[in-house]
């Protein structure tokens, strides 16, 4: 099945780039739900924003819409609402869904539109060469921030959360079996559905050997259904670790329930 999945389309990232490690992800995920008949490949549709994130529609062999820069969750959203059957999934960047479609990504959340979205969160603008975006660190240093970033960066979780998110959860591309797992969670689950997934650009800002020391899995009593203790968690700032899990998951009506009654 997995084998299924996959495109003829010479793949262009930068050799050894992790956007690959979320690739492989996706079609073990997918493969598996398509495999155990919870799934249809026809109903299936991938859409992705620009950046390098983007070129994953080239190597899925599934329905897919490239959109412009930050639009995918409008196209998206557009797509469920029109034809409620399908499963939509996007792959965004950081730059694309926290700076461009940040619009786009609130009014989603607060929908609680029944689309997954998976956000490539690489802390820059990759595809332009390495720009300073909403998630880079305070004093990143790049091409439009020669000397440091002066700004704090967004909690996009916490926004996410507040925001009205359903399923807010956060993975690390280089855990493929980790990141599989929840795009499996974030497709289970009807509304929002909203995964961070830490994907270090091994060309303008390797981070994976900080990465690999300051990740780990949350246990129970995650996921919660609890916002306050939801919160706290994505907030937390222990030693400088970075909780990975399921952090949020309640149901509540979909935007799309409400419009086709
Ligand atoms: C409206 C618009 N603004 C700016 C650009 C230029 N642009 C193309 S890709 C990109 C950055 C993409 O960064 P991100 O979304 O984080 O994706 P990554 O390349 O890191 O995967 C920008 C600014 C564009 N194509 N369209």
């Not at 929908?111 to 990143?140: C, E, I, M, Y």
């Not at 689950?189 to 390797?206: A, E, N, R």
Request: hydrophobic share 40%; net charge neutral; with cysteine.
């Amino acid at each position: 099945m997995e084998k299924n999945l996959q495109t003829t389309t010479k793949i262009t990232w930068c050799p050894g780039c992790t956007n690959s490690q979320i690739l492989v992800a996706f079609r073990q995920a997918v493969g598996e739900l398509i495999e155990g008949g919870k799934l249809k490949q026809e109903n299936l549709v991938a859409f992705a924003g620009i950046g390098c994130h983007g070129k994953i529609s080239d190597y899925i062999n599934v329905n897919t819409f490239t959109s412009l820069h930050g639009r995918l969750i409008s196209a998206m959203t557009g797509a469920k609402c029109a034809n409620p059957k399908l499963t939509i999934v996007g792959f965004s960047g950081d730059g694309d869904s926290y700076d461009e479609g940040l619009e786009h990504l609130v009014h989603a959340a607060k929908r609680n539109s029944d689309v997954n979205l998976f956000v490539h969160d690489n802390r820059l603008f990759a595809l332009t060469t390495g720009q300073f975006d909403a998630v880079s660190p305070k004093g990143f240093k790049g091409k439009s921030t020669p000397f440091g970033s002066i700004e704090e960066p967004l909690n996009p979780l916490l926004l996410m959360i507040s925001a009205g998110a359903t399923f807010v959860a956060r993975t690390y591309a280089g855990d493929i079996e980790g990141t599989k797992k929840i795009m499996q969670a974030a497709i289970a689950h009807k509304g929002f559905s909203y995964v961070d997934i830490i994907q270090p650009c091994i060309t303008f800002f390797d981070s994976r050997d900080y990465f690999k020391d300051a990740i780990y899995w949350i246990k129970d009593p995650f996921p919660t259904d609890d916002q306050r203790r939801a919160i706290e968690k994505v907030t937390e700032k222990i030693g400088g670790k970075i909780p990975l899990g399921i952090f949020y998951n309640v149901q509540k009506p979909t935007f799309e329930e409400e419009l086709w009654k």
